[in-house]
């Protein structure tokens, strides 16, 4: 009977989250994360085919997190408010993260529909948004997509030790926008 592993499969990709979490992507290495383990590389080659399966399992991992900030978001008064403020509390709390997710190569946005794609949150956010203002999906879209640049620009001011603004002030400027928008007749 062979001897039992030592390391699963989860307690590596664990191990993986917790580095990139902390370091960054670039991090990511067999030879750091079996540093970080305190064990060879040869026990993640044991579980996984490949560090682009690592990379793949730590990117679900991080997607799972930034859904429940979406999901405590859309629990909000208001839901679409409440996302927005997520995204930039994620931002903040998960500076390695928010790149990782947001922030590196390969990522395809386009102008038009910039909405975030790659989210799979993106339809409920959009289902809250039609339904808490009463707005076609064009209309809701069309907001979405430029609070969504505009959230992002946030969310990146606030990858800063000391964020540019509180959370206030983005709460405050979100209505703002968001007024200007609904205002604008979309």
Do not use: W
């Not at 793949?56 to 997607?63: C, G, I, L």
């Not at 879209?141 to 800063?160: D, E, P, W």
């Amino acid at each position: 009977m062979p001897p039992k592993a030592k390391y699963t499969k989860e307690m590596i990709a664990d191990c993986a989250f917790d580095l990139v979490r902390r370091k960054g992507i670039a991090a990511l290495t067999a030879r750091a994360l079996g540093s970080e383990l305190g064990c060879s590389p040869q026990p993640i080659f044991s579980c996984f085919e490949s560090m682009e399966e690592v990379q793949n399992t730590v990117m679900e991992k991080a997607k799972a997190l930034y859904a429940d900030y979406v999901r405590q978001g859309l629990e909000s008064e208001t839901p679409f408010k409440g996302v927005g403020l997520k995204y930039v509390e994620f931002a903040h709390r998960e500076p390695q993260l928010f790149m990782f997710l947001f922030m590196r190569e390969g990522v395809e946005q386009t102008a038009q529909g910039y909405l975030p794609g790659t989210d799979e949150n993106s339809p409920q956010v959009l289902l809250a948004l039609q339904k808490e203002y009463g707005l076609s999906e064009e209309q809701a879209r069309k907001i979405y997509n430029h609070i969504s640049v505009y959230t992002y620009g946030m969310g990146v001011l606030s990858l800063a030790r000391n964020p540019v603004f509180s959370m206030e002030e983005v709460s405050e400027m979100l209505s703002q926008v968001f007024i200007a928008l609904i205002k604008s007749n979309l």
